[in-house]
Nanobody, 117 residues
Framework: QVQLVESGGGLVQAGGSLRLSCAAS????????MGWYRQASGKQRELVAT?????DYADSVKGRFAISRDNAKNTMYLQMNSLKPEDTGVYYC?????????????WGPGTQVTVSS
């Protein structure tokens, strides 16, 4: 099992910045990818950024958000700049673990990000 805990969410004005953190613990060997997803009220959860064999971003955040990982600390970050009201939502950390044939997917409880206009 892998435990994920997000932190760093909060309320920020449009144009501001936040940095989210995701700390991983437990059976972290075999983690092959980690990523950030978000879910706005009344909408489906969507991909924000992933870090695995490559780094990918949703088109809506390219040039504004940056994903990074500190493997020594088992922590992933999401630096969010030039925030917009449409970035508001619950941000979730996700990890993919592969130690056998079937990958395992883990999620954190989420952290709220609110961007005011």
């Amino acid at each position: 099992q892998v435990q994920l805990v997000e932190s760093g969410g909060g309320l920020v004005q449009a144009g501001g910045s936040l940095r989210l953190s995701c700390a991983a613990s437990g059976s972290i060997f075999g983690l092959v990818a980690m990523g950030w997803y978000r879910q706005a009220s009344g909408k489906q959860r969507e991909l924000v950024a992933t870090s695995g064999d490559s780094i990918d971003y949703a088109d809506s955040v390219k040039g504004r958000f940056a994903i990074s990982r500190d493997n020594a600390k088992n922590t992933m970050y999401l630096q969010m700049n030039s925030l917009k009201p449409e970035d508001t939502g619950v941000y979730y950390c996700q990890a993919t673990r592969r130690v056998g044939l079937i990958p395992e997917y883990y999620w954190g409880p989420g952290t709220q990000v609110t961007v005011s206009s």
